[in-house]
């Protein structure tokens, strides 16, 4: 760390800070600020490039800090507004309106009082421009001020529109902090041998993160930033034959958008473990991997050209795509609200859940469960290699079984109405139950239950 840069940039914002209420929030945002801007700073320390010039030229990237500092008392304290400009701090509370703490403006119950009064004072009393004072007594230059007796509520209407203005500019939230970046700069790129790692595990909080298979035989991790301090940077670890992929430290106040690439080699076969919190998740052409975990809290997962003995997906909300999906052994997913897209995916073993949200899918193939509390689940099976069941609450359920599979069926909805399309030997034939046998030889069970709703089956 250089001393003079973090003299510097500490003796800004101690000078920006001073015009702000002191309090824990603002405490840690300094931390932030100064953490930032001097590994910004140094990294403009060149050989042509002194101190004083490096620190500038942050602070100048870094845009307008006041706007930052009033974001974050206008989200933390959401009934109070501030709003820093030109050297003066305004600040809107339930009390009232103040600008430089009450001593350049002040209104509040009490009345008005501009330059702590000196200037002009309007209260109960009367009216005082400098020495020139309007009560009941008349008009006068010596300043004294008697009582006034003219109602408060006519004083407000008559004051009212010409501070209309003035309230509604104090009053507007849009302080916009957001950092926009077309195309993110590369910060850091990091390389691992895989030869004898037995698990790769990605974990990061609030990132948009591609996972890809390469023809290299390095484990390459490359990250784009929005900001270039290190302490963003990922954090890596290797013990007992595991590789921890980390995010590094997340601001708490600074906006700040990642996007991570990592490339596998396409001969690691061990087991995969991607956690992301919050952000878009794309993973594609991997193959021959043994385990697969997949955790989403928020955002949309894409899985393309991917294969696994064991495919293990967990999304809290948003979308879950997989398209051209091979689970080996067994898929499992745990979807808890959101939608399910499948588009050509095998495995002879499914478990599928979901919460509330909707399950789709094309030119599938296998066997197993799908349990849904509520929302609606539509499945094309090209191929059932076993028995299904499926059950739903609430919701429509609408299956297209292969056309010349032979299969027993029992369909039930109990506050709802059963649809059996394809040619049938029936057993039960009401309007809440089917139950029969398609074809002349069965070679699994099909069924459906559900509390209510609509089951079709064609």
Not at 332 to 340: F, Y
Request: glycine content about 6%; charged content about 25%; overall charge negative.
């Amino acid at each position: 760390m250089n001393e003079k840069i973090k003299t510097l940039v500490d003796q800004r914002l101690n000078k920006i800070f001073n015009d702000y209420p002191e309090n824990v929030e603002l405490s840690d945002l300094k931390e932030e600020l100064s953490s930032d801007l001097m590994s910004s700073a140094e990294d403009k320390l060149i050989d042509d490039v002194t101190p004083v010039i490096a620190v500038e030229k942050a602070f100048k990237e870094f845009g307008d800090i006041d706007e930052v500092i009033n974001q974050v008392l206008n989200d933390t304290h959401q009934s109070e507004h501030y709003k820093h400009a030109a050297g003066h701090t305004f600040n809107i509370d339930n009390s009232g309106i103040s600008i430089d703490n009450g001593e350049l403006l002040n209104i509040n119950d009490n009345g008005i009082t501009v330059n702590n009064g000196k200037t002009i004072k309007i209260n109960d009393d009367g009216i005082k421009f400098g020495n020139l004072v309007i009560n009941d007594s008349g008009i006068n230059f010596k300043g004294n001020v008697k009582s006034f007796k003219k109602g408060k509520d006519e004083f407000d209407n008559y004051f009212g529109k010409e501070f209309e203005d003035f309230d509604d500019d104090l009053n507007n939230e849009d302080f916009n902090t957001e950092v926009r970046v077309e195309t993110l700069p590369l910060t850091d790129e990091y390389e691992f041998d895989y030869a004898d790692l037995n698990k790769i595990k990605i974990n990061y909080k609030n990132a948009d993160l591609k996972v890809l298979s390469t023809d290299d035989n390095k484990i390459k991790i490359s990250e784009y930033m929005s900001r270039t301090n290190p302490n963003y940077q990922v954090k890596t670890d290797l013990v007992d034959g595991v590789l921890s992929i980390k995010q590094g430290e997340i601001p708490h106040f600074l906006p700040l958008k990642i996007r991570v690439k990592i490339l596998i080699p396409k001969s690691y076969v061990k087991a995969l473990q991607i956690i992301n919190d919050s952000g878009n998740l794309q993973v594609q052409n991997m193959h021959v991997l043994d385990k697969t975990i997949i955790e989403c809290h928020s955002g949309a997962v894409y899985l393309n050209n991917f294969e696994s003995q064991v495919l293990l997906l967990d999304v809290n909300s948003g979308k879950l795509t997989l398209d051209h999906i091979l689970a080996k052994k067994q898929l499992t997913i745990n979807d808890h609200s959101g939608l399910v897209n499948m588009d050509t995916v095998a495995t002879p073993k499914f478990d599928i859940s979901s919460k509330s949200g909707s399950i789709r899918g094309i030119d599938f193939n296998g066997a197993g469960n799908i349990i849904v509390k509520s929302g609606a689940i539509h499945m094309n099976f090209a191929k059932v290699t076993g028995d299904i069941n499926i059950e739903n609450n609430s919701g429509m359920v609408k299956l297209n079984m292969p056309e010349d599979d032979s299969y027993k069926f029992d369909l039930e909805a109990k506050e709802g109405i059963v649809h059996m399309k394809q040619a049938t030997n029936w057993l039960h034939d009401i309007m809440n139950l089917k139950e029969g046998i398609v074809g002349d030889d069965p070679q699994y069970q099909l069924t459906v239950r559900a509390k209510s709703g609509i089951i079709k089956v064609s």
